[in-house]
């Protein structure tokens, strides 16, 4: 079975500071990775996904996300932290093999920036 | 705004009570995603349906039911209702093609409160 780890419930920056948000998953075969964010009282909303090729991955607001297939980790970075990317950030999983799957979620990582 | 709509917005029952909750798709998504989201489990996958059909299941309890109409729209029906079901359910869709690297697209979510 697939799992997402999110091993910090809460991570903290300085605004202007760069920000990485760590994720690290399971899954037989090849994954396909997606990170999701979600302010509060709302819907989570798509920020990007790995899916093949280059490993770097640019998404909505700025930022990034690096495949690393010998480590399993898909961390979210961003070079600047705003204050207004305070959040929850969510980091998902979905093999690509064996038939349709479905996508397993992360526990979710706080991010806090500070002013 | 996602696109995906979500109702009610509240809703606030009793133990033992039966709900429905609904979910209008994006317009064109053929898939319907349902999650619940609670502070002790974080977001939990329920339930997928794509076209009509039911695609993937989670960790849908037997007193949980689903299910999407021809017009696309899903209920997420919740009976003998427990203290602890009190959780924000989210709905999602997808891109049309229903694969596996769709993006889903989250509604506002209903934040079921029992009493």
């Known amino acids: 079975a697939q799992s997402v780890a999110q091993p910090e419930d809460q991570v903290n920056v300085a605004e202007g500071n760069p920000l990485t948000v760590k994720c690290t998953y399971s899954v037989s075969g090849n994954p396909y990775l997606f990170w999701y964010v979600q302010y509060p009282n709302r819907g989570l909303q798509f920020l990007l996904k790995y899916i093949t090729g280059d490993n770097l991955v640019k998404g909505s607001y700025g930022f990034e996300a690096e495949f690393n297939k010998s480590q399993t980790s898909f961390h979210l970075k961003k070079p600047s932290a705003l204050v207004s990317d305070s959040a929850l950030y969510f980091c998902a999983v979905r093999p690509h093999s064996g038939g349709y799957q479905k996508v397993t979620f992360g526990t979710g990582t706080k991010l806090q920036v500070i002013p | 705004d996602s696109g995906v709509t979500q109702t009610p917005k509240h809703l606030i029952t009793a133990t033992g009570q039966r709900v429905t909750l609904r979910c209008s798709p994006r317009?064109?998504?053929?898939?319907v995603y349902w999650y619940q989201q609670s502070l002790d489990q974080g977001l939990q996958f329920l339930i997928q349906y794509y076209n009509g059909e039911e695609r993937a299941k989670g960790n849908i309890l037997e007193r949980f039911s689903a299910q999407q109409f021809p017009d696309l729209h899903s209920e997420l029906n919740l009976s003998s209702l427990e203290l602890g079901d009190s959780a924000l359910y989210f709905c999602a869709s997808s891109d049309p093609s229903g694969s596996a690297t769709d993006t889903q697209y989250f509604g506002p979510g209903t934040r079921l409160t029992v009493l």
């Open positions: 317009s064109g998504d053929l898939s």
